[in-house]
């Protein structure tokens, strides 16, 4: 597969396309190269992101690492397409790999003062039942207080 075959199959994950077609494209994109992970995931594409979180988890770990960033940004409003299955991702994933990306996205929210993203990763946080020996600086968890919810 090329990049362009590529990108036409990340258009094919839109809920505007027919389910069939839809199941097809995340069958061919779970098994393409590593090299083009790059691709599959575009932050303007919101109709596609339901289905590109089923391609992340068809990927498989540790393959699927990778997009751990990507899985993190879309908790920025849990009600976005696919970020509560993006949790469930997160928290198969091997937490040494997780929790680093993790401190530096709540860092990040924080610095944006976007509570409502500090609220999704408080979701995460509490669902993988971290606490602040995971983290590098024990002081990050204090930054989920300002979260929205």
Known sequence: MNEIEIKDLVSKLSWEYPKEEQNKA???L???DEQYF???FNKNLKETWE???LVIE???FPKNEFFIPELLWLLQDVNWPGSMHAIDILLKQNKDVVIPKLEQTIKEAYQQEDYMWLGGLKLLVEKGNY???NFI???TLSLLEFSDF
């Open 26 to 28: 995340i069958d061919q």
């Open 30 to 32: 779970s098994v393409v």
């Open 38 to 40: 790059c691709l599959l």
């Open 51 to 53: 289905n590109i979180v």
């Open 58 to 60: 068809k990927i498989g």
């Open 131 to 133: 606490n602040e020996m």
């Open 137 to 139: 600086d024990e002081n």
